[in-house]
């Protein structure tokens, strides 16, 4: 299968890991994966900004680049959200884009993709991936076939954590108050790692969590699962 990978530009600049996670991951799973190198932003801080034709104008780019693949997939549910959902509204046909986690329960049809994690962990699902792709529980699922891994429900676990891209500058006070309540409910779980979909949420709790010293991880889904007992990063401790 033949499948592209939207690294998406956060996690391209910030966390290049989590990209080098999806590759092994669906490398192990049977995929051939590809990176084009002319992939750029989705424009989701665009449009969301109010710059609908600079977000037009990329979404078009991405058109171009992401041709010819038979799927694309991105560890991230607002990417992936921008592209399968606002795409069409802005008279732009992307074709098949999939957020990890569903492309590897509902496209590859698997839950145990082998991983190993001896941690407990708990999940915070993001706002895109809950409410405009309705992920459901998929990244449970797999988190649950994870050897080692002990996971923890995360209470309020549908709440915000405040960051929603440029909202967390535009309205940083409240960004803030929502921000510490999601970090209590986080600690409030006695978990040694934080998961989640995207990036972006995890640097933003995991921000506020190491100013607090609370030796809490935020570690993306997709390096959980690329995991094994022969990755190093399975041996890591907070």
Known sequence: MKVALLATCLTDTFFPSTARAVVRLLERLGCEVAFPLDQTCCGQMHFNTGYRNDAESLAR????????????VAP???CAGMVREIYPEMGVSAGPM????????DVLGVTDVGAWFPHR???HPTCHSLRMLGVGDKPLRLLRAVRGLELVELPAATSCCG???????KNAETSTAMLTDKMKCVLDTGAEVLSAGDNSCLMHIGGGLSRLRAGVRPVHLAEILASTEEEPWAHATP
């Not at 999939?98 to 329960?105: I, K, N």
């Not at 960051?163 to 500058?169: K, L, N, Q, Y």
């Open 98 to 105: 999939y957020e990890l986690s569903e492309f590897v329960v």
């Open 163 to 169: 960051f929603g891209g440029t909202f967390a500058i």
């Open 76 to 78: 991230s549910g607002s």
């Open 121 to 123: 962990v708990t999940y």
């Open 61 to 72: 780019k991405y058109t171009e680049v992401f041709s010819g693949y038979d799927h694309v």
